[in-house]
């Protein structure tokens, strides 16, 4: 069993930028790791996503351009860079591995606790 522990959250002006991390323990794994997100009121969004082996890289439309994962293996550990931040950014971010799809959506075995992220206009 995979555990997954984020950090990196805060309050930001609109424009601005941070850094999530996300440490892995336990079972490693080879497959896909990504990033989801939660606003108030809102469905659960997964917004990009990394092959831990290969790197291959997939990010969404309301991300993309803005956002940037990436892993350090060596360190059991996935980022999420986080740039030209907007007040619709405003969320709890949660990590997640391995990722799978079921019907038409990613989802995961697991998932970290979740860190907010709260963008001010």
């Known amino acids: 069993q995979v555990q997954l522990v984020e950090s990196g959250g805060g309050l930001v002006q609109a424009g601005g930028s941070l850094r999530l991390s996300c440490a892995a323990s336990?079972?490693?794994?080879?497959?896909?790791a990504g990033w989801f997100r939660q606003a108030p009121g809102k469905e659960r969004e997964f917004l990009v996503r990394?092959?831990?082996?290969?790197?291959?890289?997939y990010y969404t439309d309301s991300v993309k351009g803005r956002f940037t994962i990436s892993r350090d293996t060596a360190k059991n550990t996935m980022y999420l860079n986080m740039n030209n931040l907007k007040p619709e950014d405003t969320a709890v971010y949660y990590c997640a591995a391995p990722l799978y799809i079921r019907g038409t959506k990613w989802t995961a075995d697991t998932w970290g606790q979740g860190t907010q992220v709260t963008v001010s206009s």
């Open positions: 336990g079972r490693t794994f080879g497959g896909y």
């Open positions: 990394i092959h831990w082996i290969g790197g291959s890289t």
